[in-house]
């Protein structure tokens, strides 16, 4: 996909990655968030990927008080009987934009959890998809993102496809 003049970054890697986002909704819409066993197999979907995700990307390198997500991950799966699954053989594209795309990628996976969260039957752990972004949080990461990939969208695209990619690889497991 071509950027034009106008485009910002953010803007083209929403209309870059859209049919890859659906087909991860899709993917992780099958598992059944209102039941225990639908819950702790969703979980180790994303134990699949995301950990590796954040060592690979590492984000805190990108954005200044950044917080991961796997300690919360591997805690509410432990709370619910699994264990963390073998992480995907996963390759990041190479070059910081590529790693903006794959942040991109998992920290846009939030605002997914807090809806998500609601499915979740009271009483059981959540701390992974509670995990939220604080007050302006979001925006800022885009900011910040607009202004690190500057015009390498390709490399970016490819970052976030990939990033795409494993997320749907490891709901396919």
Same mark, same amino acid.
């Given at each position: 996909m071509q950027a034009s003049q106008t *485009?910002? /970054?953010?803007?083209?890697?929403? %209309?870059?990655?859209?049919? +890859?986002?659906?087909?991860?909704?899709? #993917?992780?819409?099958?598992?059944?968030l209102d039941t225990r066993d639908g819950y702790r197999d969703f979980l180790t979907a994303h134990a699949r990927i995301l950990p590796l995700a954040e060592r690979l990307i590492d984000p805190g390198a990108l954005v200044e008080g950044w917080h991961g997500r796997t300690q919360a991950l591997h805690? *509410?799966? /432990?709370?619910?009987?699994?264990? %963390?699954?073998?992480?995907? +053989?996963?390759?990041?594209?190479?070059? #910081?934009a590529a790693r903006w795309g794959a942040l991109y990628v998992i920290e846009g996976s939030r605002l997914g959890g807090a809806v998500l969260a609601r499915s979740v039957p009271e009483g059981l752990p959540a701390a992974y998809l509670g995990a939220r972004h604080g007050s302006g949080g979001w925006r800022d990461l885009l900011a910040r993102l607009e202004t690190a990939i500057g015009d390498e969208y390709a490399k970016a695209e490819a970052g976030a496809k990939a990033m795409f990619g494993a997320y749907l690889e490891a709901a396919r497991r």
């Amino acid at each position: 996909m071509q950027a034009s003049q106008t *485009d910002s /970054a953010v803007a083209h890697l929403r %209309a870059a990655t859209r049919v +890859d986002h659906e087909q991860v909704d899709a #993917a992780y819409g099958r598992f059944a968030l209102d039941t225990r066993d639908g819950y702790r197999d969703f979980l180790t979907a994303h134990a699949r990927i995301l950990p590796l995700a954040e060592r690979l990307i590492d984000p805190g390198a990108l954005v200044e008080g950044w917080h991961g997500r796997t300690q919360a991950l591997h805690d *509410d799966l /432990a709370a619910l009987g699994g264990e %963390a699954p073998p992480e995907l +053989d996963f390759a990041l594209p190479p070059g #910081a934009a590529a790693r903006w795309g794959a942040l991109y990628v998992i920290e846009g996976s939030r605002l997914g959890g807090a809806v998500l969260a609601r499915s979740v039957p009271e009483g059981l752990p959540a701390a992974y998809l509670g995990a939220r972004h604080g007050s302006g949080g979001w925006r800022d990461l885009l900011a910040r993102l607009e202004t690190a990939i500057g015009d390498e969208y390709a490399k970016a695209e490819a970052g976030a496809k990939a990033m795409f990619g494993a997320y749907l690889e490891a709901a396919r497991r």
